[in-house]
């Protein structure tokens, strides 16, 4: 079993292999999430407890083998499993950060299964950088990157990123797990909404 200062340390570590492996991503979903994620999950665990050790883990591999970069397959926890076990972590902190990377995100929730309290942190944080002025970025860098434009006032069953908005991100505020994140969601939702509003007067002006 690893000691605390080794169990410490190999957050370090995957954040260096994570970083390497992660440096072709972008389009919202490269490294500079990863840490934003990584930082709002620290801060829910700091006001809700869990095993910050694990939430961290989870945080950095959560997108380490997107679907989007790898033709369509999603391939976080196994790269996670693989990360791990090659830096000398414990079985059963591979396993528990391997189930939490496998059951977070947005698209799997209906066959996800459940999350333990540090789960439920990370997939918070992910979902909050989906909000605010953060997800608004990360909509439209989306969209450049895969073609889908952001707003077609004569298409509106054609999906854009103002779609998204709808679809997926004004969902994400009810489904956080936690107080913590709700109430960060709370201004972030706002804001999102404030933006749309303004967006749509200028264009039918």
Known sequence: MNSPSNRSGLVARVQNVVTQRMAGQAAGHGMDHVLRVLSSARAIQSRTGGDLIIVELAALLHDVGD????????????????????????????????????????????????????????????????????????????????????????APSEKTGVSHFHDKLFKLKSLMNTDAARNMAQDREAFMRQFLDQFLAENES
């Open 67 to 154: 679907a989007k970069f790898h033709d369509g397959v999603e391939r976080s926890a196994e790269f996670t499993r693989e990360i791990l076990h090659e830096l000398g972590a414990d079985d059963a902190d591979i396993q528990h950060v391997a189930h939490i990377v496998d059951n977070i995100s947005f698209r799997k929730r209906d066959a996800a299964k459940p999350l333990s309290l540090e789960g439920q942190i990370v997939q918070d944080a992910d979902r909050l950088d989906a909000l605010g002025a953060i997800g608004i970025v990360r909509t439209i860098e989306f969209g450049a990157a895969f073609g889908q434009p952001f707003y077609l006032p004569n």
